[in-house]
């Protein structure tokens, strides 16, 4: 299995329908919504800074996540309309997806944000390094270091 991913510009996916199917079964609306704000032009994932990827396996999209600004925190990025096909999950395709979005943002700003809707995307935010927050419209957050902090001990021990 070949997992790629893929940004995501000019127009969506035609099976991203496929994907909005499974999230719908499964009760979730944030793939149709992606869709409709997609449709409408309202979010285009096209300001400095955001992005939308997919995940492609066999060149079918089994997977969708995207970053925004975050309006509310100045320097942040949100993420948005993360999903994967249930039938691909526990694959690392999440895992991948959500690292190119976090490595994108890295690159722009100093804080990710995200709204985890259930115990399972919290752990699994968590285990990318998010940590829990208070009740300001997102759950978690990740604050990123800056280019050359990671390595520089300096650093390391000033935040201790």
Not at 57 to 64: L, M, N
Not at 109 to 128: P, Q, R
Not at 148 to 156: F, M, Q, S, T
Request: charged share 30%.
């Amino acid at each position: 299995m070949t997992i790629d991913i893929r940004m995501i510009r000019d127009r969506l996916p035609d099976d991203i329908a496929d994907l909005e199917s499974e999230a719908r079964r499964e009760g979730y609306s944030h793939i149709a919504r992606l869709i409709d704000d997609w449709s409408a032009g309202a979010v285009r994932f096209e300001r400095d800074g955001e992005r939308l990827l997919g995940a492609y396996v066999d060149e079918a999209i089994v997977g969708v996540g995207g970053v925004t600004i975050e309006a509310a925190m100045p320097g942040a990025l949100r993420m948005r309309r993360f999903y994967i096909s249930p039938t691909m999950r526990g694959r690392g395709i999440g895992r991948m997806l959500a690292l190119a979005l976090l490595d994108h943002a890295r690159s722009c700003c100093s804080i990710v944000t995200v709204h985890a809707g259930n115990a399972d995307a919290a752990k699994f935010w968590e285990s990318l390094g998010f940590q829990a927050t208070g009740p300001d419209g997102h759950t978690h957050r990740l604050d990123l270091p800056r280019p050359g902090e990671r390595d520089d001990p300096a650093v390391k021990d000033s935040r201790r």
